[in-house]
């Protein structure tokens, strides 16, 4: 793994920020397109019985959500950047490195890696728990909450502050430890992009069931998107559900997922003939990105 000290990287941290910015925002896309083209544009009744909430966002809430995660683009990608502009230039800010020349040896490397996944997991839960535990937060926070039917274009559809702190590790943690700044991007890259992705699907995983013990699925996501609000935390945990857990910021009442619902003799296929698909085709017209709601510089 040797992007960090890649010769086709700028040389500037602008350079590096506007690049980062710009893969963050491909990344996105890349992620989302395809699982929003299968699962929302034309769904079938087989893939529509594993969506969590039955009803299909507004093509007006898909759009806010892509315009906010483009934006979040651009701010998650500066701690990034910064991280690599000192570890490049081999400033004394960062214990970072670039390359696998100077790599400790492979047990150290796997050791970093477990720990730097754990402490990142709690770091997430924990501040994504004080958004809903303080007023000051959650005013910065509740923007991402009306998202509450996500699809994957809601992966990193948040304001300023959040973006801040989500990235924050990836200056924080080089700054601490001795950590390869590729293997940490790396899976940081997969532990919030790809796995936020799942987590925004709006579908639950045929797989993975809500009432595993150990990890949020995304019935747990949507589950927080559309029941925690402010002063009442529930599953804010990104990727092990032991936080929460701990903390107590668990489901109460009756679960909702689609296997208890289908226990209970919800979707059939006379329910999903009375579900209106929206036409997000408007969502290829440009004119329609320019319209009212445009959210990308708010």
Known sequence: MVL??????????AGLWLLF????????????????IVYYVNPTYEQWKWKTNPRYPSPDMIKLEVTKSLKGAFLATMAPALSTYWAR??????????????????????????????????YEFFYH????????????????????????FATIADDVVDQIFRSAPLLVIPILF????????AQWGTLFYVYGTYLHWGYESQFLSAHNKVL???????????????????????????????????????CFCVRCQHAAGKRTMKDFAKIKIPDYSVLLQPGFWLTSNWDFVQ
């Not at 005013?139 to 996500?150: I, L, T």
């Not at 001795?178 to 991007?185: H, P």
């Open 178 to 185: 001795t950590v390869n700044i590729d293997i940490l991007f």
């Open 216 to 254: 949020n699925t995304a019935y747990d996501h949507h589950l927080h998107h559309s029941r925690s609000i402010k002063n009442k935390a529930i599953r804010t945990g990104f990727f092990f559900k032991i936080w929460d857990n701990m903390f107590g910021s668990v489901q109460k009442d009756k």
């Open 89 to 122: 230039t081999n400033s004394s800010y960062t214990k970072g490195y670039c390359g696998i020349d100077e790599e400790p040896d492979m047990l150290y490397t796997i050791k970093m890696f477990l720990f730097t996944w754990i402490i990142a997991d709690f």
């Open 21 to 36: 910015a710009m893969s963050g925002a491909a990344l996105v896309l890349v992620l989302a397109v395809p699982l929003f």
């Open 129 to 152: 728990w004080l958004g809903h535990t303080f007023d000051s937060l959650w005013e910065q926070h509740k923007s991402h909450h009306r998202f509450y039917n996500p699809t994957p």
């Open 4 to 13: 960090c000290e890649s010769d086709l990287l700028p040389n500037s941290l």
